[in-house]
Nanobody, 122 residues
Framework: QVQLVESGGGLVQPGGSLRLSCAASGSRFSTYAMAWYRRAPGKQRELVAGITPSGGRTNVAESVRGRFTISRDNAVNTVYLQMNSLKPEDTAVYYC???????????????WGQGTQVTVSS
């Protein structure tokens, strides 16, 4: 089992940047693939970015490609989401998740953080 705690959200102007962090408890962090999801008001939850257990491979949604980067530091059990060139449509609650890859697709375990609000507005 793993517990996840997100931080780093806030209010930012369009074009600005934020870095989200997700701290994980437990000794098996390095065995999990990790991902960031988001849910905007009135919309379905969206997979934003994923990263393999070693950090050697990542994938990001087309909607954020070139602007968002996912990374991890297994030494401190933390996964990050660097968000640049933020747009109002990036406004959402962002969630960290632990899961696995199979056939190139990310699958979520039922391990979620409480979420962190990101608001992009002038």
């Amino acid at each position: 089992q793993v517990q996840l705690v997100e931080s780093g959200g806030g209010l930012v102007q369009p074009g600005g940047s934020l870095r989200l962090s997700c701290a994980a408890s437990g000794s098996r962090f390095s065995t999990y693939a990790m991902a960031w999801y988001r849910r905007a008001p009135g919309k379905q939850r969206e997979l934003v970015a994923g990263i393999t257990p070693s950090g050697g491979r990542t994938n990001v949604a087309e909607s954020v490609r070139g602007r968002f980067t996912i990374s991890r530091d297994n030494a401190v059990n933390t996964v990050y989401l660097q968000m640049n060139s933020l747009k109002p449509e990036d406004t959402a609650v962002y969630y960290c998740n632990a899961g696995y890859y199979n056939g190139g697709a990310y699958y979520a375990y039922d391990y979620w953080g409480q979420g962190t609000q990101v608001t992009v507005s002038s």
